[in-house]
């Protein structure tokens, strides 16, 4: 870390506009299926970024990331390691060209401060030969996260366990799968359209 490196902070991208899916969701076995579906589409390379409050469903998400790729061991939010790795073997699903998915890491940006700290851990560079990337608390970290990230962002829905998830595409770079990723959340009724341009909601600013 040096004097000079910004703080983490939300970040925006004004005059972009994304695709976006929104979806209802009710209970937290919803959260990890639709997480295990869009881990079936994944690429090697890609960073899945989890943007919501404390106990908004970012670890419940990453699990079911998780066993959508064939992780079978337990896991749990890395906020003291920072990074887990889960080696995988033979993950279900279409992952397109490139190198076949070897590696899934794990990373809570939580306790860092500075995108200094995020770079430090190297989370662009571990997933570029086999490996695939899902970060909690990722919006405090994208500016050096790589350009190819799918946002998930997850907040508070109607009645005690429902929750919504918007799923954003900021640089585009899932242009040629995302029809393919809606078809497969049909179940859910996605509402399909353009991510907002001004960034965070009012209340995802904080951690």
Do not use: N
């Not at 508070?156 to 040629?176: I, K, N, S, T």
């Amino acid at each position: 870390m040096t004097a000079s490196s910004p703080s983490l902070s939300p970040t925006s991208s004004p005059g972009a506009s994304a695709s976006a899916v929104t979806l209802s969701l009710v209970g937290a076995d919803a959260t990890r299926q639709v997480a295990a579906a869009i881990a079936r589409r994944v690429r090697s390379g890609d960073v899945v970024l989890l943007v919501g409050d404390l106990g908004a469903g970012k670890t419940t998400f990453a699990q079911g990331f998780a066993t959508g790729l064939g992780v079978t061991e337990p896991v749990t939010s890395p906020t003291f390691t920072l990074v887990r790795e889960y080696a995988l073997c033979e993950p279900p699903g279409e992952h397109g060209p490139g190198p076949a998915l070897v590696t899934l890491f794990h990373a809570d940006l939580y306790r860092l401060d500075t995108l200094g700290d995020v770079e430090d851990l190297g989370i662009a560079e571990r997933v570029e030969d086999g490996g695939v990337a899902v970060v909690e608390w990722g919006d405090l970290g994208s500016p050096v996260l790589g350009p190819g990230v799918l946002t998930v962002r997850l907040e508070p829905g109607a009645g005690p366990d429902g929750r919504v998830v918007v799923l954003e595409d900021p640089a585009g770079c899932w242009h040629d799968r995302w029809e393919g990723l809606v078809a497969s959340l049909e179940r859910w009724a996605p509402v399909v359209g353009a991510a907002p341009a001004e960034g965070l909601p009012a209340g995802e600013a904080g951690r």
